[in-house]
C-alpha cells in the first residue's frame, strides 16, 4: 500500500482558519460569513486590516477598547492559528 502525503494548501489554511473563527464564536458577533450582526459586531468580510493590526485587536482587545471579548493570547490562539484565521477572514467577501 502506497502512501500518498499531503501537502497543505491555501484551502487547508483556510478551513483551518474557519474552525479557530467557529471555535472561538467570532461569528456570534461578526455573522457567519463576517457580514457583521446589528448592534453586536462590525462586518469582517472586505477588511483592509493588516494582518499587523488584526493581530493587535485580538491580542489586546483593540488596546482595550473592545472589553475582554477580543483577548486572546498566545494559548487561545496559536501563531499559526493567528495565520490561518487572518487567512479565512481575508478571504471572506471576496
Known amino acids: 500500500q502506497t502512501q500518498t502525503l499531503v501537502t497543505p494548501t491555501a484551502d487547508a489554511s483556510l478551513i483551518r482558519g474557519q474552525l479557530v473563527y ?4 467570532c461569528g456570534d458577533c461578526h455573522g457567519p460569513q463576517g457580514e457583521g450582526v446589528a448592534n453586536k459586531g462590525n462586518p469582517l468580510a472586505g477588511t483592509t486590516l493588516t494582518f499587523q493590526k ?7 482587545g483593540g488596546e482595550g477598547a473592545l472589553g475582554p471579548n477580543h483577548l486572546y493570547g498566545q494559548s487561545a490562539i ?7 484565521l487572518y487567512a479565512f477572514v481575508a478571504s471572506l467577501g471576496k
Open 22 to 25: 467557529t471555535n472561538k464564536k
Open 54 to 60: 488584526f493581530e493587535t485587536v485580538l491580542r489586546t
Open 78 to 84: 496559536s501563531p499559526s492559528g493567528m495565520n490561518t
